[in-house]
T-cell receptor, first 113, second 111 residues
Framework: KNEVEQSPQNLTAQEGEFITINCSYS?????LHWLQQHPGGGIVSLFM???GKKKHGRLIATINIQEKHSSLHITASHPRDSAVYIC???????????????FGQGTILTVHP | NAGVMQNPRHLVRRRGQEARLRCSPM?????VYWYRQLPEEGLKFMVY????????ESGMPKERFSAEFPKEGPSILRIQQVVRGDSAAYFC?????????FGSGTRLTVV
């Protein structure tokens, strides 16, 4: 079993739909990251969370530390949101916020007009 | 602030040659990480460095791969005697207390 599991692996939506991507992890963490990658492109950091909820534009990320679970929500989805969304966890590093990331396999999101 | 700079963006090497990938972290960041993304696979950790120190190299292949982050200049990931299986995207990231920033990656193709 991978340390970081994402679901679904593939997600297709119509423009305007509300989208949820889930991430479960099995190790103690200092932070959880949500990343976005376009085909052949670089990696953009969307959120870094250690508790609660963060919002940026149409994107919302939540984390439940007790249940070891996080969700990424996209409201009013748009074709330009089509990308791979990756959950990554940063292990406890002696109380610091530095450290390597362990990644989920990613969720391929396609939003049709 | 130009972010994390990686070069080259694309690199083609023949089998047996050496590949050198460079990464300049964000200004003020002294923690650098290298990750590899093999075709159709997820991202995997390779090595974590601070200036002049390797903190964690548990993800580095035992042979042919090395990394450094000197006091002056960029971090270098060096792959000696490349093989076709080394073809991948190599991403560098740097971090501060506020989070991670990734570079655009170097796409290495071994022919």
């Amino acid at each position: 079993k991978n340390e970081v599991e994402q679901s679904p692996q593939n997600l297709t939506a119509q423009e305007g739909e509300f989208i949820t991507i889930n991430c479960s992890y099995s190790v103690g963490i200092s932070a959880l990251h949500w990343l976005q990658q376009h085909p052949g492109g670089g990696i953009v950091s969307l959120f870094m969370l250690s508790s609660g909820k963060k919002k940026h534009g149409r994107l919302i990320a939540t984390i439940n530390i007790q249940e070891k679970h996080s969700s990424l929500h996209i409201t009013a989805s748009h074709p330009r949101d089509s990308a791979v969304y990756i959950c990554a966890v940063q292990a406890n590093a002696g109380g610091t916020s530095y450290g390597k990331l362990t990644f989920g396999q990613g969720t391929i999101l396609t939003v049709h007009p | 602030n130009a972010g994390v700079m990686q070069n080259p963006r694309h690199l083609v090497r023949r089998r047996g040659q050496e590949a050198r990938l460079r990464c300049s972290p964000m200004k003020g960041h002294s923690h650098v990480y290298w990750y590899r993304q093999l075709p159709e696979e997820g991202l995997k950790f390779m090595v974590y460095l601070q200036k002049e120190n390797i903190i964690d190299e548990s993800g580095m292949p035992k042979e042919r791969f090395s990394a450094e982050f000197p006091k002056e200049g960029p971090s270098i990931l060096r792959i000696q005697q490349v093989v076709r299986g080394d073809s991948a995207a190599y991403f560098c990231a740097s971090s501060s207390q506020n989070g991670y920033t990734f570079g655009s990656g170097t796409r290495l193709t071994v022919v």
